[in-house]
């Protein structure tokens, strides 16, 4: 067991959705060790949901190499649409290289 069972939220925590997104839509959690290929499970599970790519997915990750280790897996399983990146990169040549843009604003991607 690796310890990452979905507990009931208590207190002041509860599950939210950014005000700008529709709600009531698929949402996962995968809980995994380094290496075991959680980005390409879901990579495969968006391209599952939304096999025409109509879709806004939101992919968080921890630090600025994992954003391009991850944007090269989900080109590679397909996911060829537009890419945003809300980061500190400016002019990162394998991101353009990857058709993904970068801003510092996080409001930006959803205009």
Avoid: Y
Wanted: glycine share 10%; proline share 11%; hydrophobic share 40%.
């Amino acid at each position: 067991m690796c310890g990452c069972h979905p507990r009931p939220l208590s207190g002041h925590r509860r599950p939210t959705r950014p005000p700008h997104l529709p709600g009531g839509g698929p949402s996962a959690q995968r809980c995994a060790a380094c290496g075991t290929g959680k980005t390409v499970i879901a990579a495969a599970a968006a391209k599952r949901i939304a096999p025409k790519g109509r879709v806004l997915v939101l992919v968080l990750v921890p630090t600025l190499e994992l954003l391009t280790q991850a944007v090269r897996a989900w080109r590679a399983a397909g996911h060829n649409g537009p890419a945003v990146a809300v980061c500190s990169f400016h002019d990162d040549s394998e991101l353009w290289t990857l058709k993904v843009r970068c801003t510092t604003d996080p409001i930006q991607p959803i205009r």
